[in-house]
Structure formats: C-alpha cells, structure tokens
C-alpha cells in the first residue's frame, strides 16, 4: 500500500494522460517536463479487425474519423477519390501515407456533417474505414440525402486500463492532479476504473479536460474539482488547455 502513496513535487501539476500508450507517450513529449509529472495510464486499446473489402468497387469520398481508421485500413486508395478527414492529426499522417485530394475538416463528426453536404450529390459512394462500433447517425445522415454509406470495421477500441497500479497511484497521492480526456470511449472507461477501485472520493480534488461538450456529459455524475473543454476538438487545443493548468491562478 506505501506503493501508493508516493508522494510528488508540490511544483509540478500531475497530470494522467489516457489514450493509448504510444499516443500519450508522444503527448508528454509536447509538454515541459519540468512543469508536468506525468501518469501514463492508458484507458482504451487499439485492436486491428480483419475486414471484408473489394477494390474492384469505387467510392466519390473516403472519409476518415480518425487517425485509427488510416492505420489500420491497408487497401490503397486511389488519386480520383476525395478524401476528408477530421483534424489536423490525421490530415497529416494521410499525408504521411501519401494520401492525395485531401480535405480537411476541423471539428466533430457534427462538423464533417455540415461541411460535406454541400459536396455531396445523390447517388454519391462513401467508403468509411472506421471502428466497430458503428456510427448510426452517419448512416442515417447519408442515407436520408440517398447517398450510399459504407463502413468498413477496420479496429476496435477496447475499454482496458493497462497500468492500474499507475491509475489507482495518481488518484491516491496526487492532491490537485489533472486528468485529460480525448473520446466519450475514454471518459466511460474512466468511470468504469473509478467504480472499480472505489476512487470517487478521490475525484474532488482532481480537474478534467476534455475535448467537446458530448465528452463532458459522460463524466458528468463525477464529483470533481472542475471541468474545461478545450476551445477546439483537437490535440493543438488541448495542449494550450493543458499549459494553462501550470498557473496556479486557473
């Protein structure tokens, strides 16, 4: 148990970054190690799922969600077809990929909702390398303007705490710590580990930053010391979110 109650730099704000390891480890590197203690716990896993495709079929769009969706999506796309992506994470690991016709949307799913519209006919193909757990609502947007809508379950995002005893450690001896929250998956695997080690006292002193509104809402029945969402749904946002919280004052 004396495990578990390290104690830390009162200097330093402790922060627990949640995404996947090596998304969190590269997180850290953005931030000043001399401001930040970092608590890498990640909370979802990334699952490669074999998947049923034929390249014989053409698309007019592939939309890619996530940078999830590119790396584990192996057929080529080809130079004919518009690409749209969410964020400039994964505008440029398509890049990277050498994905051409790039269109790049800022924001939510909701956003790539309204900025595809107009480009949009009747008719028109949509390819969509995404999770298991598929997006009704894209589905039933696409449809209802009779377009043909095609996700392909390329990964799957496990809820798996993989560091517990880094998890329940931060809860336990970080007075003040900040937790940061990038997807609604993320914050319901919170609440689960929460539940699990019976940590909700130890959630008062501890402030939350998420990305949107939607992920807010699934850690609203935690008590906590306080909630910001980031101006943008992106990691650029998030990291000036995160920088404020070395001011004492915020």
Not at 193 to 207: A, G, Q, T, Y
Request: aromatic share 10%; with cysteine.
């Amino acid at each position: 148990m004396s495990k578990l109650r390290k104690k830390f730099p009162d200097n330093k704000v402790n922060i627990l970054l949640t995404r996947p390891e090596k998304d969190s480890i590269k997180l850290s590197k953005s931030l000043d190690e001399n401001s930040f203690s970092f608590f890498i716990s990640p909370l979802i896993k990334i699952e490669k799922k074999e998947y049923s495709y034929t390249s014989k079929r053409k698309f007019d769009f592939v939309i890619f969600t996530s940078k999830n969706g590119i790396l584990n999506f192996e057929e080529s796309i080809g130079n004919d077809v518009k690409v749209i992506v969410i964020g400039d994470g994964t505008y440029n690991l398509a890049k990277e990929k050498g994905i051409k016709k790039l269109i790049n949307i800022q924001g939510n799913s909701e956003d790539l909702k309204i900025k595809i519209k107009s480009l949009l006919e009747k008719n028109s193909k949509i390819l969509h390398p995404t999770s298991t757990d598929l997006n009704v609502d894209f589905k039933d947007f696409f449809v209802s303007l009779g377009c043909s809508y095609n996700p392909v379950s390329c990964y799957h995002s496990k809820k798996l705490n993989s560091k517990p005893e880094i998890f329940e450690n931060f809860f336990k001896s970080c007075k003040d710590g900040v937790i940061t929250l990038f997807s609604k998956r993320t914050a319901i695997s919170l609440k689960n580990e929460i539940s699990r080690f019976k940590l909700w006292e130890n959630c008062v002193d501890k402030r939350v930053l998420v990305l949107s509104k939607s992920i807010a809402n699934e850690i609203r029945e935690i008590r906590i010391g306080g909630l910001f969402i980031s101006e943008q749904p992106n990691e650029a946002s998030m990291l000036e979110l995160i920088n404020k919280t070395k001011k004492k004052e915020y």
